[in-house]
């Protein structure tokens, strides 16, 4: 291949390596990162985890850690604003700061409920409150989370 016809190709790939591409300036580019965020994505994985073996007893132990590794990091969130709060009105901003904390103790009862029912073995109830869990998360991800985030 002649160099002149290498050269755009090559080009193309620097601007992808530099995140430059013109798929990330579409979506306005990449969220700066927040604390908030970094608690979010431990979740992420510790949740994933949970997901896949809230239905075996015989991983129960773990996932009692798991559930508290959850809850932890909910609580930790409540120290925390969404980035989303500074796109809001600013006569709504409190009131949407207050929404946000209130769907996170929601899941924090639920956490509690999950903890009880893994304690007691019943993990077609744990499994039900997980999806419930699973559920918050969504609806709290609708109204706080920038839409260009990881999913959960
Ligand atoms: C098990 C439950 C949850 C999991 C696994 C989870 C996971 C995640 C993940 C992976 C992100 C992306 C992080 C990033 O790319 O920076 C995120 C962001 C976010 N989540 Fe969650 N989430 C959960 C529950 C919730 C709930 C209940 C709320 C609201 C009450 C919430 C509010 C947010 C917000 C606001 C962000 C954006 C971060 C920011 O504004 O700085 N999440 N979450």
Same mark, same amino acid.
């Given at each position: 291949?002649?160099? *002149? ?7 193309? &790939? ?5 995140? %430059?591409?013109?798929? *990330?300036? #579409? ?8 604390e %908030?965020?970094?608690?979010?994505? =431990? ?5 994933r *985890?949970?997901? *896949?073996?809230?239905?075996?007893? @015989?991983?129960? +132990?773990?996932?009692?850690? +798991? ?9 930790? @969130?409540l120290k /925390?604003? $969404?980035m989303? =709060? #500074? =796109?809001?009105? &600013? ?11 209130k ?5 924090i &009862?639920?956490l ?6 893994? !304690? ?6 744990? #499994?039900?409150?997980? #999806? =419930?869990?699973?559920?918050t998360? !969504?609806?709290? /991800? !609708?109204?706080?989370k $920038?839409?260009?985030? !990881?999913?959960?």
């Open positions: 291949m002649k160099i *002149r016809c290498l050269l755009p190709s090559l080009a193309l &790939a620097l601007a992808f390596t530099l995140g %430059l591409s013109p798929l *990330r300036a #579409a979506d306005g580019g990449k969220d700066p990162e927040t %908030l965020g970094k608690i979010m994505e =431990k979740m992420g994985g510790t949740f *985890r949970l997901g *896949r073996q809230i239905k075996d007893p @015989s991983k129960n +132990a773990d996932s009692l850690q +798991a559930v508290a590794t959850l809850r932890d990091a909910a609580k930790s @969130s /925390h604003e $969404p989303l =709060k #500074a =796109k809001q009105p &600013a006569s709504e901003q409190a009131a949407y700061v207050e929404r946000f904390k769907k996170m103790n929601d899941m &009862a639920l509690d409920q999950l903890e009880t029912a893994l !304690k007691a073995n019943d993990n077609e109830k744990a #499994a039900a409150i997980c #999806a =419930k869990v699973n559920d998360q !969504k609806e709290g /991800h !609708k109204e706080f $920038p839409a260009g985030k !990881k999913k959960g």
